[in-house]
């Protein structure tokens, strides 16, 4: 089971760049890393997903070195809106292991 | 359209009951899941089903059950209900049976055990 390492909470301003990072040191091989988004009262939105390198989408980049021990979710020029948790999710194969999202990083982005 | 619906979005109840709660996807997809959020924001997964299967079961009581109908529908069951079980239950989808595929989540059940 990969287990995933968080920081619980970050404050930022509107308009800078929020890196957060996850740790994830015991991941296998055939693992996806996917971050979700989660506002107060509603379910998990899918942000982005990646397995090596670099990936990025109309929202977010994420960062994943060569060892993938790690990664880094970089949200550029946050807003308001942008304040929600965040979940690192390290997935698994489709036999038997679990999904488990861990705390979170509560990022509060401030005017 | 809503992709992921859940029924009720709140459920007070008393100890002792059973109870249901219901979820439907109408995006085409195989595997369906549903997951426990407790007071502390811990999300962890409970089951999931594809083409009908029980691929995943994690450690839950077998006091709940997850039924599923169809590929569009997986319901939560829940008997004798307890303190602890009080928590926002979301039901979620993916195309993808592991973890290279994305999940949409519906909007979540309050379950309240008093």
Not at chain 1, 44 to 70: C, H, M, W
Not at chain 1, 80 to 99: E, K, R
Not at chain 2, 13 to 19: A, H
Request: hydrophobic content about 30%.
């Amino acid at each position: 089971l990969a287990k995933t390492t968080q920081p619980i909470s970050m404050d930022s301003y509107e308009g800078q760049e929020v890196n957060i990072t996850c740790s994830h040191n015991n991941i296998a091989t055939n693992d996806y890393i996917t971050w979700y988004q989660q506002f107060p009262s509603q379910g998990p939105r899918f942000i982005i997903q990646g397995y090596k390198t670099k990936v990025t989408n109309e929202v977010a980049s994420l960062f994943i070195p060569a060892d993938r021990k790690s990664s880094t979710l970089s949200l550029p020029r946050v807003s308001l809106s942008d304040t929600a948790v965040y979940y690192c999710l390290v997935g698994l194969d489709n036999y038997g292991q679990n999904f488990v999202f861990g705390p979170g990083t509560r990022l509060s982005v401030l005017p | 359209d809503t992709a992921v619906s859940q029924t009720p979005k709140y459920l007070v109840t008393q100890m002792g009951n059973d109870k249901s709660i219901k979820c439907e996807q109408n995006l085409g997809h195989d595997t369906m899941y549903w997951y426990k959020q407790d007071s502390k924001k811990f999300l962890k997964i409970m089951f999931s089903y594809n083409n009908k299967e029980l691929i995943i079961n994690e450690t839950v009581p077998n006091r709940f059950s997850p039924k599923s109908p169809d590929k569009a529908h997986l319901n939560l069951h829940i008997n004798s209900l307890e303190l602890g079980d009080s928590a926002v239950y979301f039901c979620a989808s993916s195309q993808d049976t592991g973890g290279g595929g994305e999940q949409y989540f519906g909007p979540g059940t309050r379950l309240t055990v008093t």
